[in-house]
């Protein structure tokens, strides 16, 4: 069974940093894009930061010049530096995942269970 785990949310003060990993194990063909996505209380789940297996990344404007999205295809990992951080950054992160279980299987969405990032102020 393919599976997301996540790890690196906790607490912390404004203006501080965390790292998020998010790495993918199990039997799979290959892993096309991975990303991170936030959802906080009473909103909707947004996009955070994406990458694909080509390098190319993509932010939310809101975290643009504070985050930075970085993956190793040899670990199948993807990792979320987070600095400069607000109280408004405060959520549940989620990682997710593109993948194909076989070479002519049909590309499948996997989610991370999800890890609480608290900001104070």
């Known amino acids: 069974q393919v599976q997301l785990v996540e790890s690196g949310g906790g607490l912390v003060q404004a203006g501080g940093s965390l790292r998020l990993s998010c790495a993918a194990s199990?039997?799979?063909?290959?892993?096309?894009?991975m990303g991170w996505y936030r959802q906080a209380p009473g909103k909707q789940r947004e996009l955070v930061a994406a990458?694909?297996?080509?390098?190319?990344?993509n932010y939310a404007d809101s975290v643009k010049g504070r985050f930075t999205i970085s993956r190793d295809n040899a670990k199948n990992t993807v990792y979320l530096q987070m600095n400069s951080l607000k109280p408004e950054d405060t959520a549940v992160y989620y990682c997710?995942?593109?993948?194909?279980?076989?070479?002519?299987?049909?590309?499948?969405?996997?989610w991370g269970q999800g890890t609480q990032v608290t900001v104070s102020s």
């Open positions: 199990g039997i799979f063909f290959s892993i096309n894009a």
């Open positions: 990458t694909t297996s080509g390098g190319s990344t």
């Open positions: 997710k995942t593109d993948f194909y279980r076989g070479a002519w299987y049909p590309i499948e969405v996997l």
